[in-house]
């Protein structure tokens, strides 16, 4: 019998276009296989609809579009026995990268055929879903800024960054990860579940989306003129050892801060309480990985 596969294709994902993804699955996907339907999403939480109706009826979703498409189809499923696979066309990929899930988008569907399916970790932040990265303080910032662009894309996210940076102000948080306590001024606070935002941008190098913790990524405030030497760390996957940066790790992370403010959930920007609670819900999705994925120990 052969598996029935539901593709969800969000048309502004990435500010790229997706008229020709119908053709290429045609061309790709193995037939002898999958027997497959292709739906359009149409607005904000659509996609998650979508999937959340999909659940008995199909046993692959596969989101078609960037992080943001990812955490809607994902939150939908997250739990149940529906596998997701993933055709990259966001800004930054950041989840596709980490599991080795081809950026071409032929060899990306080419990847479902081999039905390399993983179970991975979800989290919650004040009960909403992250699958690869969530953030308060400056990248937050940064998220709210980029998605009021009209173009997108990494040169636009970098300019956005260069633009706000100069007037950022650095904010006091108190974190209690599984009961230890403490109280940091940061910069940026990351929440990474893999190990990078997108674009091979590795904020914290040895995050395992199979190992049931999150890495908490405290950046603390550093001079203008270190903005591109810390860049550069994420790039060449060095952040750890820099002296503005402390990761921990935990399964129940609590943060106060002085007042309400932006938050990301894999890139997509919110305004957040004060007090934020975030829970790992280890193993609670299966996705396809790439053939190149192979699991931490």
């Known amino acids: 019998m052969k598996r029935k596969a539901l593709f969800i294709i969000n048309p502004v994902a990435g500010g790229k276009k997706k008229d020709d993804v119908p053709v290429l699955i045609k061309k790709n996907l193995d037939k002898a296989v999958f027997e497959y339907t292709i739906v359009f999403s149409d607005g904000v939480r659509h996609a998650h609809a979508i999937a959340k109706e999909a659940i008995g009826k199909f046993e692959i979703v596969v989101a078609v579009g960037g992080d943001g498409t990812v955490n809607e189809i994902a939150s939908a499923i997250t739990g149940s026995n529906t596998v997701m696979g993933v055709l990259p066309y966001g800004s930054g990929n950041g989840l596709s990268r980490f599991l080795g899930i081809p950026m071409d988008v032929d060899a990306a569907i080419k990847n479902l055929n081999n039905w390399h399916v993983e179970s991975i970790d979800s989290a919650t932040a004040n009960g909403e ?43 006091t948080y108190y974190i209690d990860i599984d009961g230890v306590k403490s109280q940091h001024e940061a910069f940026m606070l990351s929440f990474a579940n893999s190990s990078q ?58 943060v106060r801060r002085n007042k309400p403010g932006p938050m990301h959930l894999d890139g997509e920007p919110r305004i957040a309480g004060a007090d934020i609670e975030i829970i790992v819900v280890p193993s609670s999705l299966k996705i396809i990985a790439g053939e190149s994925y192979r699991r931490k120990q």
């Open 197 to 254: 935002y997108g674009n091979n941008a590795h904020v914290s190098p040895h995050a395992s989306v199979q190992d049931g913790l999150i890495d908490i990524c405290v950046i603390r405030p550093f001079p203008l003129w270190r903005f591109i030497e810390m860049g550069i760390r994420m790039f060449t996957k060095t952040s750890e050892s820099s002296a503005y940066v402390s990761i921990m790790r935990g399964k129940n992370i609590k």
């Open 129 to 171: 879903w992250f699958f690869n990265m969530a953030g308060m303080g400056f990248d937050a910032h940064i998220a709210e800024v980029f998605s009021h662009e009209k173009k997108r894309g990494f040169g636009t996210y970098i300019k956005s960054a260069f633009h706000e940076i100069a007037n950022y102000k650095a904010d």
